[in-house]
């Protein structure tokens, strides 16, 4: 009796640079067969200087080779139906100073943001006719309104973003989060399209 062997393809995957790439390391495998141990070893790809920081490896290709290696078991395809190899190289910790003239670009494009927005909507002046509607009294700079507003800018931002650095409030993802999933779904699918052998076409130039 055939063995069958479950075979489902890991969407993406981080391997060195110059590494022996193995099943294992690409897919996961279900069988009852003995031989699972050596479908796990079994080599599949050496990534070379060529192959920059991506590799499209197809399951028809990984299939094709395994039934000449193993002539007597059946191999069944579950899930994607390609792997992305992100081939990780020796990078050097980012420069402190960098980080610190982003950090500091960033915060003074973000109050820049929230400062124009607030010139164009008039807030100052939203804020002056709120403390007269309830006080009866003119005033430049209502203070009690413009602090507590502040604070909640920044609670709020914290609450939208769903994060405080590496600490989650809740298991939800943010809009920033959702955003960025999206975006790599959609590099994924480019990336299998256009860097897959197996595919004739090429990218628009």
Same mark, same amino acid.
């Given at each position: 009796?055939?063995?069958?062997?479950?075979?489902?393809?890991?969407?993406?995957?981080?391997?060195?640079?110059?590494?022996?790439?193995?099943?294992?390391?690409?897919?996961?495998?279900?069988?009852?067969?003995?031989?699972?141990?050596?479908?796990?070893?079994?080599? =599949?790809? $050496? *990534?070379? @200087?060529?192959?920059?920081?991506?590799? #499209? !490896?197809?399951?028809?290709?990984?299939?094709?080779? +395994?039934?000449?290696?193993?002539?007597?078991?059946?191999?069944?395809?579950?899930?994607?139906?390609?792997? =992305?190899? $992100? *081939?990780? @190289?020796?990078?050097?910790?980012?420069? #402190? !100073?960098?980080?610190?003239?982003?950090?500091?670009? +960033?915060?003074?494009?973000?109050?820049?943001?929230?400062?124009?927005?607030?010139?164009?909507?008039?807030?100052?002046?939203?804020?002056? @006719?709120?403390?007269?509607?309830?006080?009866?009294?003119?005033?430049?700079?209502?203070?009690?309104?413009?602090?507590?507003?502040?604070?909640?800018?920044?609670?709020?931002?914290?609450?939208?973003?769903?994060?405080?650095?590496?600490?989650?409030?809740?298991?939800?993802?943010?809009?920033?989060?959702?955003?960025?999933?999206?975006?790599?779904?959609?590099?994924?699918?480019?990336?299998?399209?256009?860097?897959?052998?197996?595919?004739?076409?090429?990218?628009?130039?």
């Amino acid at each position: 009796m055939t063995d069958i062997v479950y075979l489902r393809m890991k969407k993406n995957v981080d391997l060195s640079f110059l590494q022996d790439v193995q099943l294992k390391h690409i897919a996961y495998i279900s069988t009852a067969s003995v031989h699972k141990k050596n479908l796990e070893n079994t080599p =599949i790809y $050496r *990534i070379t @200087k060529k192959d920059l920081n991506v590799v #499209i !490896i197809d399951s028809f290709l990984i299939i094709d080779h +395994l039934t000449t290696l193993y002539e007597g078991l059946e191999f069944q395809l579950l899930g994607p139906a390609q792997t =992305i190899i $992100r *081939i990780s @190289k020796n990078k050097k910790p980012p420069s #402190i !100073i960098i980080v610190a003239c982003v950090w500091l670009l +960033l915060f003074i494009g973000a109050a820049m943001t929230i400062m124009n927005f607030h010139y164009d909507v008039s807030m100052q002046e939203v804020q002056q @006719k709120l403390h007269f509607i309830l006080t009866g009294d003119q005033k430049e700079f209502p203070l009690w309104i413009q602090i507590p507003y502040s604070f909640g800018l920044g609670i709020g931002m914290l609450l939208f973003f769903n994060h405080w650095f590496n600490k989650r409030f809740n298991e939800e993802p943010s809009p920033l989060e959702v955003e960025i999933y999206n975006y790599q779904q959609d590099l994924d699918n480019y990336i299998n399209h256009y860097e897959n052998e197996l595919n004739d076409t090429e990218p628009p130039s």
